[in-house]
């Protein structure tokens, strides 16, 4: 269902450049899932170069093949470990 998004979602995207996305809220196998579908359209669309991963410093176990990632990771989630609160 998701998918129908995918015919308005990446237009404007530069193509074989950098482009940014994140990962954050990819908790459930399911949002992994979908996230994981989103990437791989993403990727056939565009063909970036580079991928910044704004994310939640967990590993999003995905393939990104020879597109070079920047990751920088949520500083709040960062702090929240660092809490004897969270």
Do not use: H
């Not at 990446?10 to 992994?32: A, M, Y």
């Not at 669309?45 to 991928?51: A, G, M, T, V, Y």
């Not at 910044?52 to 929240?80: A, C, H």
């Amino acid at each position: 269902m998701f998918e129908k998004s995918f015919n308005y979602c990446f237009d404007g995207l530069p193509e074989n450049g950098t482009l940014s996305v994140n990962n954050i809220g990819n908790k459930t196998d399911e949002s992994k899932q979908l996230w994981a579908a989103g990437m791989d359209e993403l990727i056939a669309r565009k063909s970036p170069k580079r991928i910044i991963l704004y994310s939640n410093g967990v590993d999003p176990e995905y393939d990104f093949g020879d597109i070079e990632v920047v990751e920088f990771t949520n500083s709040v989630t960062e702090r929240l470990k660092g809490s004897s609160n969270g």
